[in-house]
């Protein structure tokens, strides 16, 4: 299959054709799926000298990796304040600082690997209710207090406008630290460095079964591979191919435009600045400005296998409302991906087998932390697992339903909070 008709795709660096595997072939380690969990455990795995076989159902960046926003946020998907009422102040602290590192090991990729993503700083998030008003001003207190991030401000709704030209937003919240990039040239990056590591990189290689063996042995239609250690890294394109961890992980289908290109000064006038921006709504809107001064904007899911037959209409509504003065703007692309959500809202990472890996479940979340979860990973089959096993023991719960009865369950409770959206 090929790629989506993205933005991104259209403004791909290095998309390149990688073979099928079509041999029997021995490594130390099959990681299975080309996001970003799959590759960035892969480049890890070989940078500590492990030999890798990665084998991709489609194409390098096909899933979520390739399709995403681009908006590279600070600390975990939960904000902080959540994650102490959850776990204590250590733990909080402890995941917001993984969460610092996982930003760095982006930044490091991008530096040592020279990868031309587009890598922009900034985020803006923009509070949707006015029942919010104040959570801005005491996030800011709190990561200055207790997560040595003394770098946000809060943003009053009369100063909403120097950043982005709305009058959605009661406030504001500003962390000049976050980050974005144009997600499937990073991906494509990561893909090259892989290689030049050592990797052996497959395209068009669905795997259809693996054995619980030790060795496994990978299978696809047409080769096999026989491994010491396999990395599951498909995310919300798992399937069926592993049931114990499907049942942990729901995934939802979220969808992207990109408008025709506005031009310098009317795209300065709507966001002042390239970074990014998200609001405060359960079903999130997302957006930024490219470098050839398009919008790119993400808003509206579904619950269901299957995107709508017309993307741009769909999300056409959320970005109109954001918006209202590019009722006259044209659309150029449009596409939807597909990524998966646990029920906390927390990384799902852990192992199957001694020897089966897995990392999944970002919910919306996952540039910087499907990144950190490969290269953690890594050091775990490579016997450090310290990091690891803090994702690893992090509460989970199994959808209600399982694999089979899951959606309507999801459906309801999704439901449920778009409609506290709008009250
Ligand atoms: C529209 C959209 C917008 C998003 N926006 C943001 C954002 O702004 N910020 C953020 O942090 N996160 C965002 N996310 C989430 C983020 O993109 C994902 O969390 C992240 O890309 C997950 O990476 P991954 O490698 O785990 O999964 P994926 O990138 O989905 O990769 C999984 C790969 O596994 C392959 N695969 C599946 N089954 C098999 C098999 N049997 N054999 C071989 N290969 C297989 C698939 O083809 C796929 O390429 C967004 C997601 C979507 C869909």
């Not at 587009?118 to 949707?128: E, I, M, N, S, T």
């Not at 006015?130 to 401000?153: H, I, K, M």
């Not at 406030?171 to 050592?198: Q, S, V």
């Amino acid at each position: 299959m090929s790629y989506p008709d993205s933005w991104y795709v259209a403004t791909a660096d290095g998309i390149q054709d990688r073979p099928a595997l079509e041999e029997d072939l021995t490594a130390d380690v099959c990681v299975i799926g080309g996001g970003f969990t799959g590759l960035s455990a892969a480049l890890n795995l070989a940078e500590l000298g492990k030999s890798v076989v990665l084998l991709e159902a489609e194409r390098i960046g096909f899933g979520a990796s390739g399709r995403n926003g681009g908006l590279v946020g600070s600390g975990q998907r939960i904000e902080v304040m959540d994650a102490e009422k959850q776990f204590g102040v250590e733990r909080s602290r402890q995941l917001w600082n993984f969460a610092e590192l996982a930003k760095d090991e982006i930044r490091n990729r991008v530096e040592k690997h020279g990868i031309d993503c587009d890598l922009q700083k900034g985020q803006f998030v923009g509070v949707h209710k006015r029942s919010y008003v104040g959570w801005a001003q005491e996030l800011s207190d709190v990561l200055t207090e207790r997560y040595d991030y003394p770098f946000c401000n809060a943003v009053d709704r009369e100063e909403v406008p120097d950043y982005v030209a709305t009058r959605n937003y009661f406030e504001g919240f500003y962390d000049p630290e976050a980050l974005t990039l144009h997600p499937l040239n990073y991906t494509l990056g990561l893909a090259r460095a892989a290689e030049k590591a050592g990797v052996k990189v497959f395209e068009n290689s669905r795997v259809t079964t693996y054995s619980r063996t030790d060795p496994a042995i990978v299978k696809t239609a047409t080769g096999q591979v026989k491994a010491s250690f396999i990395v599951l890294a498909c995310n919300g394109y798992l399937g069926n191919l592993e049931p114990r961890s499907a049942g942990k992980i729901m995934p939802i289908n979220n969808f992207m435009i990109a408008t025709e290109p506005l031009g310098a000064e009317r795209a300065r006038e709507l966001i002042s600045g390239r970074f990014g921006v998200h609001d405060t709504r359960f079903v999130v809107n997302y957006y930024r400005i490219s470098d050839d001064h398009r919008l790119l904007f993400g808003g509206g899911e579904n619950y269901r296998p299957g995107f709508p037959k017309d993307i741009g209409k769909f999300v056409r509504p959320y970005m109109l409302k954001i918006f209202p003065q590019l009722k006259d703007v044209g659309v150029d692309y449009a596409w939807g991906g597909t990524l998966s959500v646990t029920v906390n809202r927390l990384p799902h990472l852990g192992r199957l087998e001694p020897n089966v890996y897995f990392g999944q479940g970002y919910s919306g979340h996952g540039i910087s932390t499907a990144n950190f979860a490969g290269k953690v990973i890594a050091e775990a089959v490579a016997g450090v697992s310290g990091r690891f096993d803090v994702f690893a023991g992090l509460p989970t719960h199994t959808f209600p339903g399982g694999t089979m009865l899951r959606y309507p369950g999801m459906v309801l409770g999704m439901l449920y909070y778009t409609l506290k959206d709008r009250l």
